[in-house]
Nanobody, 124 residues
Framework: QVQLVESGGGLVQAGGSLRLSCAAS????????MGWFRQAPGKEREFVSA????????YYADSVKGRFTISRDNAKNTVYLQMNSLKPEDTAVYYCAARASGVVRTTVREYDYWGQGTQVTVSS
């Protein structure tokens, strides 16, 4: 019932910026908490950021605080991840996820829907 499509990934140099987008369809977008996760080769998928249904509360992994900003535009059924001051260790496939609740969670198992992922590669 919910489809998520990420876009905006690419190859950038360290210190550069990218803006990821996740377009949602199939349900009332504003009722979902949204999250971003990432997975590097050989590693488990990890939490990056999340936002409540209202956009009033945001959450970030310690590794990205001060550099990444999550936001949402419910009128456009879209959530964004602005990524600044990128580092090589940010290299991963980034996934958009939706939870059928306004309450944010930070673990993979607690999200109901996932996008296909978009590759972010940061060169040194």
């Amino acid at each position: 019932q919910v489809q998520l499509v990420e876009s905006g990934g690419g190859l950038v140099q360290a210190g550069g910026s990218l803006r990821l987008s996740c377009a949602a369809s199939g349900r009332t977008f504003s009722s979902y908490a949204m999250g971003w996760f990432r997975q590097a080769p050989g590693k488990e998928r990890e939490f990056v950021s999340a936002i409540t249904w209202s956009g009033g509360s945001t959450y970030y992994a310690d590794s990205v605080k001060g550099r990444f900003t999550i936001s949402r535009d419910n009128a456009k059924n879209t959530v964004y991840l602005q990524m600044n001051s990128l580092k090589p260790e940010d290299t991963a496939v980034y996934y958009c996820a939706a939870r059928a609740s306004g309450v944010v969670r930070t673990t993979v198992r607690e999200y109901d829907y996932w996008g296909q992922g978009t590759q972010v590669t940061v060169s040194s």
